[in-house]
């Protein structure tokens, strides 16, 4: 079946560091490809999204291309903040927008000044 | 913004006792909800989807008779743990959309613990 797979956290960068999240995906026909973020004490935001291939998706300075090729939708930013420590989702809406999201397993960024 | 309202966000209950949780859309329509759960360093876990009016579709593997869910307005849902054991011990999540094509919007969670 359709499934999400996230590299292993937490993330320890120091201010301004570059951040990667890898994420790669396994599904049939064209999934469409989320990012959310959960911050302490909070539930799930919307981060950004991307709905076919090629497509760049960003928001908040993060970023992240939905490569078919690849199966792969990572998630980058060029200068991480300490308020950008949460807990990041990589997920994904099989083909035919039924509307159920398959998580991945969530990765912890932690930011120290 | 959108704002989902789950309720509560914490319970801790004796075992054998029904939980019920609630999920409201506070400022839209909710046409689908749907409920997640959540293991420790686990991802998210979708249990089973609810259109207002209709009986919920549930995952493979989640037990129907177990987790009982009403979606009887367009701004409510609610799940109902029912004769809760330990292993029910979980978090709970929420989430709400409105139109097919608009995105999911997701409540604070719920922290069941079972005694």
């Known amino acids: 079946g359709d499934s999400v797979t996230q590299m292993e956290g937490p993330v320890t960068l120091s201010e301004e560091a570059c951040l990667t999240i890898n994420c790669t995906y396994t599904a049939t026909g064209y999934p469409s490809l989320f990012w959310y973020v959960q911050y302490p004490g909070e539930g799930l935001q919307l981060l950004l999204k991307?709905?076919?291939?090629?497509d760049k998706g960003s928001n908040k300075g993060f970023e992240a291309t939905y490569r078919k090729e690849t199966t792969s939708f990572h998630l980058e930013k060029g200068s991480v903040q300490v308020s950008d420590s949460a807990v990041y989702f990589c997920?994904?809406?099989?083909?035919?927008?039924?509307?159920?999201?398959?998580f991945g397993q969530g990765t912890t960024l932690q930011v120290k000044p | 913004g959108a704002v989902v309202s789950q309720h509560p966000s914490r319970v801790i209950c004796k075992s054998g006792t029904s939980v019920k949780i609630e999920c409201r859309s506070l400022d839209f329509q909710a046409t689908t909800m749907f409920w997640y759960r959540q293991f420790p360093k686990k991802s998210l876990m979708l249990m089973a989807t609810s259109n207002e009016g209709s009986k919920a579709t549930y995952e493979q593997g989640v037990e129907k008779d177990k987790f009982l869910i009403n979606h009887a307005s367009l701004t409510l849902s609610t799940l109902t743990v029912t004769s809760a054991h330990p292993e029910d011990s979980s978090f709970y999540i929420c989430?709400?959309?409105?139109?097919?094509?608009?995105?999911?919007?997701f409540g604070d969670g719920t922290r069941l613990s079972i005694l």
């Open positions: 991307a709905t076919k291939a090629d």
């Open positions: 997920a994904l809406n099989p083909s035919g927008n039924t509307g159920k999201l398959i």
């Open positions: 989430s709400a959309r409105g139109a097919a094509d608009q995105p999911q919007h």
